[in-house]
Every structure is written in C-alpha cells, then in structure tokens.
C-alpha cells in the first residue's frame, strides 16, 4: 500500500466513568471506577487499505470507530487525520472538513435511513449541509454515490422510501448516503450482519472497490471472521480494549500467533469441516471489563498462560514482518530484542 | 418407523394483502437420533414449519393441508390438550431468539422447576436435582441455577433455554436459530454442547440456521428452503455436489474461512411475494439458468439414493456448478 495514512490512532483510550451502586458507595468515597472500553489503542490505515477489526462483542471495536470518528471524545492518546492531530487547536473549519471526509455505515440500515425521507432526500442530506450553495455539484455527487453504492439506474430509487426496498437495497442506499460527500476514511461497522448471505458479497464488493478504485481507508468492524478474508487487507484483533494481534490478513487468518486469535479462528464452522474441528481450549467466558485482570489481560482464560503474564502485561510488538502481537510467547522473536533468525 | 414425517406441509397466514403460502408443500424425515439441517434465506419459512411441528403457530396461521407424524401418530387430528402433552415431552423447541425467552421476573430455576412440574409429579428435592444436572449438561455451573436471567450472559441464556428444552428427555428438538447472533466462540461452545445431546444421548434433532458452515458441520441430512419450498433435499452431498441453481447461489456466496482467494458472488433480486408466488419455480426470477420451461413447476428429481431436486434442469448440473462460481453469472439482469 502507497501514501501516507489516511487516518492513525496512538494509545487512544476511551474509558467509561462507571457509577458505584446505590448510596453505600457514597459514604465509603471509594475512588471511581472505570470501564476501559478502548484502552491504549495504536493503528493506522492507509489509502485503499481495509483494515479489519475483529473480536468478541465488547471487546471495544464499536468504540473505536466512533472515537476515530471522533463521534466520541477520547479519554487520552491521539488521533491525526492525514497527518493533522484531531485533538489540538482545531477550528470548526477543519472540523467540518473532517466530518465530510470521515464517514460511517451501521449495521441497521432500517435504523440509519429516515423512513419519511426518499431514497434521494437520504443520500443527498450530507451533501446539503457540506455544500449549501452548490446545486448543480450536489446533483452530480448525488448520483455519482448512487452509481458507485450500485443502485443502478439511479432514477429507480431516487423517489422510493425506505418500507420499498429489500434490506439489500437500503444498505446500498445507507452506503451511498456516506459515501456522497467523497470521503477519504469509511468506517463499516458490522455492514452485513443483517444481511442475507446471498446478497452479502454486493456489499463486501463494495468495499472492496472504495479501497482499491477510490482508495478510500476503510475500518471494517465485524465479530464475523470468514468475510474478512474477502474484503481486508489487514486485520486487527482486540481483546478488552487492546489489540492484541494484528497484521495481513492472510497470515492473521492462517497462521495466527496470539493464543486468543487461534480460538476465535478455530472456532469458525466450515463448509467442509465435517466434524474434525477441535474445541477450544479456552477457559471460561469474557472477563469483567471493569476489573481487568493485572498482567495480560487474557491470562485468566489463556490455556498457555506462564508465571510472567500475571506479571507483565505484554506490549504488541512486531515478531515478523508486519506481523505484531501481544504476547510473553513470543517475546524472544520481538524485533526490539536481538534478531535471532527464523523461528 | 421414522421419529417425524412432515409429508406436503402447506401453511398460510392470513395477511391484508391476502393469504400468504409461507409453506407450500414441504416433505422430509428425521429417523432417530438423526440431525437434518434447515437452511434459507429470511422468510422462506423455517420457522413457519418448526411451529407447525409444535402446533405453536400464531392465529393468522393455520395448517392448510399436507400431515405431520410424530412416531407414526398424526399431530393433525390431536386435540390441543394432546398436543400440549407433546409438546415438551417429545418434541421441545428451543425458539428463534431464545435468549429473551426466559421471564426477567423469576430466577433460571423456578422457571425450570415450573416446565417440569407442569408434566411430571415430582418432588421437589429430586426436580431441583434434575435441574442441576441439566446445567451440568449443557455446561453451567450448577450453583448458578438460583441466578436471574439478567445476571447471565446472553451465551448463558442460550444455554439455560437449551436446558429448558431438555428438562421432560424428548425425542426431538427443534433448535431455531440457536446460536444466531452469539459470538463464535460461544457458539461453538453450544454447537458442540447440542451435538454431544445428539450424539450421546441419541437425540434428534431439526436445526434451522441460515449459517451454511453450522449446518454442514452439524447435519446427517440438508434441506433448502427458497420461498416456502424444498429446493434440494440429501446428505452432505447437497453442499459437496449440488444440483439446484439455489443451492449453488448459496455455495458461493458463502464467505467460508477455509476457501481462500475465492470471488463471492451475489443473488440478484428478492424472494417472490408468498401472497401471489409466481406459477413455476419460485426461484426463476433470480436464476440465472431459468427458461421457457421453468414458467411451469419443477418436478421433485431424484439425482442420487436420498438426494432429491427441484429444477427442470439437473441434467445440466454439472455446467452450473462451473457457471455458478463466476460472480458474472449472477450480475443484476438489465431492467
Ligand atoms: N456509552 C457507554 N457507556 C458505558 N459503557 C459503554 C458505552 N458504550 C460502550 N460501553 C462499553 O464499552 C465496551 C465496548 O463496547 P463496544 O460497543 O465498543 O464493543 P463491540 O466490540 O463493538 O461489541 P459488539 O460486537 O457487541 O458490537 C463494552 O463493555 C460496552 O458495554
Ligand atoms: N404471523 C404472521 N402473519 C403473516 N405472515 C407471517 C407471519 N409470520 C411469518 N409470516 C410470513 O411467513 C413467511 C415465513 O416466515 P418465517 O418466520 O417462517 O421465515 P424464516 O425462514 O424463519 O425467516 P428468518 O430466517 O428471518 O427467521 C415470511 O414471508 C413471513 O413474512
Ligand atoms: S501473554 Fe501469556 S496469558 Fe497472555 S496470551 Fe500470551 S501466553 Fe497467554
Ligand atoms: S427450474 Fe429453472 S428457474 Fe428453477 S432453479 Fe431450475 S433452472 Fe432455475
Ligand atoms: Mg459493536
Ligand atoms: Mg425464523
């Protein structure tokens, strides 16, 4: 991948400030609690990368998006949007500029379109507000997204309502709807998961020709790991508000180092598994996002876990070439330490 | 004797825009101890057949012709006091979305305790060692039996109505969607639990998913369902080989893990509208290898032992199955 990153987060946290229950918390003033939903978070994507975010439900991948997006104020670390920090003396030009270059698709169409407004009314909003005085402009973009969303020819939708479309249909118009204002970074989160799996990969494809025809970045955020082969070009892994392994996408999906990422991969059902699959070996369920275990935060569930990962909590190092996890197993092949060869 | 024989179901529902043929002539069998696995897209109707089988359908519903067989006895011409008798007891159901099955206002057990007791006599002591020893079938401590529903997660829930379905030891189970929406790893970890009913305890078993992989790794027989019909019928062939357009649109717009660097394609188009479904195949407006004959309906063929197909061209299958993998096939036909 060429260019420089369209969009890079450094240690972003994103910590929920939880209320003690009921009045006895008041009297003992314990110090306040936190959930760290995003909790020391490094990325970036480049043009016409799709980078893939995977992992349990609340493992903070939601949450990451928002706050790239800055539709959530992060609690600490940094955000730079082709190379400007997000955070520091930003004018609300340079805000606006960033909100039409920044957009965002959901996993419900049906809750994202407003069912009053016709297909031509959703796409064309965004583009009424980044720009007001420019008609004949708003028109072009407006049917140039429709095109590119695939709503084809764009006269049969531009007057429909949302209750006329298949669910198919409105994703493409949810879809359009982001894409009108041409951004340079999309955020998908969990675009299909309501979608049929025979109109899936309309979708998918989509994304994939934003990166690779318009070199959009894109986050795609799933807990479905079979499409990310299809549309990532790298994947990363979060576990409690870290990412824990990340890297290209083939080489996250067949050979994964991190404990946690060899779970979530072999628990995949395939078509032409039969029976074979062996059971994880993880140890009971998803630990409290409140109170984090010390050390590696997985070690309580890791089925590898030495006497050092209640210790040290391990940082994501690089172990091979663009390949980084975080993981005490892997220590002696950080590329910070002496290099010692292959394996 | 086959454990159920669901022979030409036919269900419609009572809509404003008219009567909807939600199932329109569905046949299989599930021998004992056998799982058959129930696949397609949203609203073909696979739910609409599981409460058939229960007898649980809504009032806009209604049987409108064909016959279910639990054990060889009709479930047609029971009464409702019979049939609520085998509910449970023979054949149980773990619902579509059954993680907000369970009543918020009482603890897991005493919402077991009451299922059991509502068909069985039973002491109290040995109901609630019953009870604890379904939690530890299907992997839930126990001790964590007097918990409400909200302190469990929703994977825990998933469990626990599992449970609930196992509390009288029935026959069958009818598992709609169980897993759907579950993380993988939890899901794997209820596959495996409902398999090992299966495989140890002999159970049958109906799982409806529209998860291609769950279905391939957990079925001894497949049917798919497109518009409230049977569109292939077999083992595991009906995803190694198959033979109907459908089913090979399916096929290949399956992201499966295992499959790299393959294109996906894409359907085009919706399902028919159910209140007035078009003449001959139900699938023709979106196959792409439909022709004149298709406007008429497709016989029911059988291409191998046990491996039935309604198309009017199986003879052609084997160029479909090439034809079928090229995402160009399935391109949106010009309007
Ligand atoms: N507004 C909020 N206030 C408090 N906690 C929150 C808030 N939003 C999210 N969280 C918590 O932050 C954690 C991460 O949530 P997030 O929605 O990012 O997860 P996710 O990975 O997207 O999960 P899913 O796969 O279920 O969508 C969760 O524990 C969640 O409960
Ligand atoms: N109570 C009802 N009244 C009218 N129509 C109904 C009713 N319930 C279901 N239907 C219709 O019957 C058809 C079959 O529905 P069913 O719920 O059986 O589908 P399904 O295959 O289980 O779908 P899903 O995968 O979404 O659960 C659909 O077209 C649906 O709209
Ligand atoms: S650091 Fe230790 S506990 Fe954490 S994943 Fe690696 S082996 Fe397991
Ligand atoms: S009968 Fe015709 S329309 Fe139907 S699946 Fe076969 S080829 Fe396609
Ligand atoms: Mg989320
Ligand atoms: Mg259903």
Redesign the pocket.
């Known amino acids: 991948m060429v260019g420089e990153p369209v969009i890079e987060a450094r240690d972003l946290r994103k910590w929920?400030p939880?209320r003690g229950r009921g009045f006895a918390s008041l009297l003992t003033r314990r110090k306040p609690e936190f959930?760290k939903?995003i909790d020391g978070i490094t990325l970036s994507i480049r043009p016409g990368e799709v980078l893939g975010l995977a992992?349990?439900?609340?493992?903070?991948?939601?949450?990451?998006g928002m706050t790239l997006l800055k539709l959530h104020q992060p609690t600490g670390g940094e955000v730079r949007f082709q190379g400007l920090g997000l955070l520091v003396n930003e004018t609300n030009r340079t805000r606006l500029a960033f909100r039409r270059q920044a957009q965002i698709v959901f996993q419900n169409p049906y809750e994202a379109l407003n069912p009053r407004y016709t297909v031509a009314q959703s796409v064309g909003e965004p583009l009424s507000i980044h720009f007001p005085h420019d008609r004949d402009r708003r028109r072009e973009m407006l049917l140039r997204a429709m095109d590119r969303a695939g709503l084809r020819p764009s006269e049969d939708y531009l007057d429909r309502y949302p209750h006329q479309l298949s669910g198919g249909q409105l994703q493409r118009v949810a879809i359009a709807r982001a894409i009108s204002v041409e951004p340079r970074f999309l955020v998908a989160d969990?675009p299909v998961s309501m979608l049929d799996v025979s109109i899936r990969a309309g979708i998918l494809n989509l994304l994939c020709y934003f990166a690779s025809e318009l070199h959009m970045a894109i986050l795609y955020?799933s807990?479905d790991l079979s499409t990310m082969r299809h549309v990532c070009t790298r994947i990363a892994v979060?576990y409690l508000g870290r990412i824990i392994e990340q890297g290209a996408a083939d080489t996250v999906l067949d050979a994964p180092l991190h404990p946690y990422t060899q779970a979530l991969v072999g628990a995949v059902p395939v078509m032409a598994g039969g029976r074979t699959r062996a059971p994880s070996n993880l140890i009971g369920g998803p630990a409290d996002?409140i109170h984090l275990p010390g050390g590696c935060r997985f070690h309580p569930r890791c089925p590898r876990a030495m006497d050092v990962c209640r210790e040290r909590d391990p940082a994501l190092d690089l172990v091979a070439s663009d390949h980084e996890v975080a993981c005490h197993l892997y220590d002696s092949l950080s590329m910070s330490a002496p290099v010692r060869g292959k394996q | 004797m086959p454990l159920l024989e669901v022979e030409n179901l036919e269900v419609r529902y009572r809509t404003q825009a008219g009567e909807a043929k939600a199932v329109d002539g569905v046949s299989f069998v599930i021998e004992p101890g056998m799982c058959l696995g129930l696949v397609g897209e949203s609203g073909c109707g696979k739910s609409t057949v599981a409460k058939a089988i229960l007898g649980i359908l809504p009032p806009a519903g209604h049987i409108a012709g064909g016959a279910i067989r639990y054990a060889g006895r009709d479930l047609g011409g029971m009464t409702p006091r019979e049939l609520r008798a085998m509910r449970w007891r023979d054949i149980a159901l773990v619902p579509q979305s059954a993680m907000n099955a369970l009543d918020p206002v009482y603890t897991v057990e005493s919402q077991l305790a009451e299922a059991i007791a509502a068909h069985q006599a039973m002491p109290a002591a040995r109901r609630r060692g019953r009870i604890a020893e379904l939690f530890e079938l299907v992997g839930l401590e126990p001790d964590r039996a007097r918990d409400y529903p909200h302190q469990f997660s929703g994977g825990m829930r998933q469990r626990a109505m599992i449970a609930m379905a196992m509390v009288l030891d029935p026959g069958l189970i009818v598992a709609d969607e169980p897993t759907t929406g579950l993380d993988v790893l939890v899901q794997d970890q209820i596959l495996r639990r409902i398999r090992d009913l299966h495989d140890r305890l002999g159970k049958a078993m109906l799982l409806i998913t529209h998860d291609m992989a769950v279905v391939a790794e957990n079925s001894d027989r497949i049917v798919v369902m497109y518009a409230g019909r049977v569109m292939e019928y077999g083992g595991e062939a009906v995803f190694r080989t198959p033979y109907h357009p459908y089913t090979l649109g399916l096929c290949n717009a399956f992201p499966d893990l295992a499959y790299r660097a393959r294109a996906l394609i894409s359907i085009p188009g919706t399902p028919p509208n159910l209140v007035a479904p078009p003449e001959g195949c139900r699938f023709q407006a979106r196959c792409p290898f439909a022709t004149a004959r298709c406007g008429t309906p497709p016989p029911l063929i059988e291409v191998a032992p046990g491996h039935v197909v309604a198309c009017h061209h199986v003879d052609q299958a084997e160029r479909f199955r090439e034809r079928a993998a090229d995402p160009e096939t399935w391109r949106e036909p010009a309007r």
């Open positions: 929920y939880v959930l939903a992992g349990e439900s609340g493992s903070g991948k939601s949450t990451t969990e955020i807990h979060m996002a």
